[in-house]
Structures are given as structure tokens and as C-alpha cells.
């Protein structure tokens, strides 16, 4: 297992355009979390699954966010309608237990024109 | 060199030289800290942590010093490398409920090595 993994690494979308990131994390790890980050700026939670249960959302989280994680491996986060301040890293980390770090990935740089 | 807080976000040593970063972090309640490297382009990368019960923990060339009375926490890395270049995060986790898990990151510090 090489860590999670994320994909695309970078998208660059039109305005109002719908975009989707998958994530694969770690395989025995059964939580999962998306991050977004904004340069210069620390990662902040969106949400949270445990399997394939979403646990907690932020309300960052508008109703044009989405996230599934639908047989408790990888996950998707779609972003509908995108809007020029949507443009940020998503980074996705998994963990197996509470007591452990989080693993992040390499992240997906989305970019609204 | 030691970075005083958050009002300084860079920190700029030679190689060789010890480094301290430091952190204040929010919630009292929290009861596990993490301290995470990002290099550019790249996802955060683990480096320690430590939990609430406890004030030091030592790694490999790293110390992570915990102040709960303050709300305190700093990264002390030896002998400083030119790959120790990067931005660092504390982050928290907070107890308890359903965000058991989430982190909370501070601002991060920029830590410049000079060869």
C-alpha cells in the first residue's frame, strides 16, 4: 500500500461547471476525511466518514458539496455549480484508529476560471 | 532561532542550527496534537504527536513540548537540513462526540533552511 491516494491531482473547471475527486485511502483504514485548504492557509475539516457512515459535516459544507463514501472504501467529493472561491486544495486522510495520525494525500488542486 | 508565535509565520535558520516553532492552540478540551510538514505540492506529512497526558515526546531529531496550562505547544527539530525546508502545522483533536478525529490546524509556520 503506497498511502492514499488522490486523483485527479489537478483540475482546472469553468465557472458553474460540476466537478467530482475521488480518494482512496490507506486499505484497512476505516476513517476518512476531507480536508480544504487555501493557500497560506492551515487545512480546515469539511467532513468525516467512519466506513462508509458520514459522520460529521462542516458548515463549510454548503448544499453545493457533496461526499460519499458508499461501500466504506473510497470516497468521492462533488462540488455542483462551482464558484470562483471554491478554487482551493482538497485534501482527503485516513486513519484506522482514533488514537492515530491522520495520512494525508497529495491532495487535489481544483482551479475555477 | 525560535519563532515567538503567530505574528512571525516564517522562520529562517542555517543548516545545523536547532530549530523551534511554536503554537498556541484553542480548545482546552482537546486531548491529542499533531505536528505536520507540507512541502509544496504535497499533502501534510505526520512528523510527532503527543496526547494531553503527557509534556515531552522525543523522535528522531524532533521534540514536541506540550503546555496545557498555557495552551502551548512547540516542535523543536536538531540539527536542522536543508529538507527540514517547509511549512509546519500544529494541529488538535478535539474529545469526545462525533468530531472525535476532525483536526483543527493552526496557521502554520514557514521554516527556511539556509545551506
Known amino acids: ?113 | 532561532g525560535e519563532n515567538v508565535g503567530l505574528h512571525l509565520p516564517t522562520l529562517s535558520v542555517q543548516e545545523g542550527d536547532n530549530s523551534i516553532i511554536n503554537c498556541a492552540y484553542s480548545n482546552s478540551a482537546s486531548d491529542y496534537f499533531i505536528w505536520y510538514k507540507q512541502e509544496s505540492g504535497k499533502g501534510p506529512q505526520f512528523i510527532i504527536d503527543i496526547r494531553s497526558n503527557m509534556d515531552k515526546r522525543q523522535g528522531q531529531r524532533v521534540t514536541v513540548l506540550l503546555n496545557k496550562t498555557v495552551k502551548h505547544l512547540s516542535l523543536q527539530i536538531a540539527a536542522t537540513q536543508p529538507g527540514d525546508s517547509a511549512v509546519y502545522f500544529c494541529a488538535e483533536r478535539g474529545a469526545g462526540g462525533t468530531s472525535y478525529g476532525k483536526l483543527t490546524f493552526g496557521q502554520g509556520t514557514i521554516l527556511t533552511v539556509h545551506p
Open chain 1, 1 to 113: 500500500d503506497t498511502g492514499v491516494s488522490q486523483n485527479p491531482r489537478h483540475k482546472i473547471t469553468k465557472r458553474g461547471q460540476n466537478v467530482t475527486f475521488r480518494c482512496d485511502p490507506i486499505s484497512e483504514h476505516n476513517r476518512l476525511y476531507w480536508y480544504r485548504q487555501t493557500l497560506g492557509q492551515g487545512p480546515e475539516f469539511l467532513t468525516y466518514f467512519q466506513n462508509e457512515a458520514q459522520l460529521e459535516k462542516s458548515r463549510l459544507l454548503s448544499d453545493r458539496f457533496s461526499a460519499e463514501r458508499p461501500k466504506g472504501s473510497f470516497s468521492t467529493l462533488e462540488i455542483q455549480r462551482t464558484e470562483q472561491g471554491d478554487s482551493a486544495m482538497y485534501l482527503c486522510a485516513s486513519s484506522l484508529i482514533q488514537g492515530q495520525a491522520a495520512a494525508f494525500g497529495s491532495g487535489t488542486r481544483l482551479t475555477v476560471v
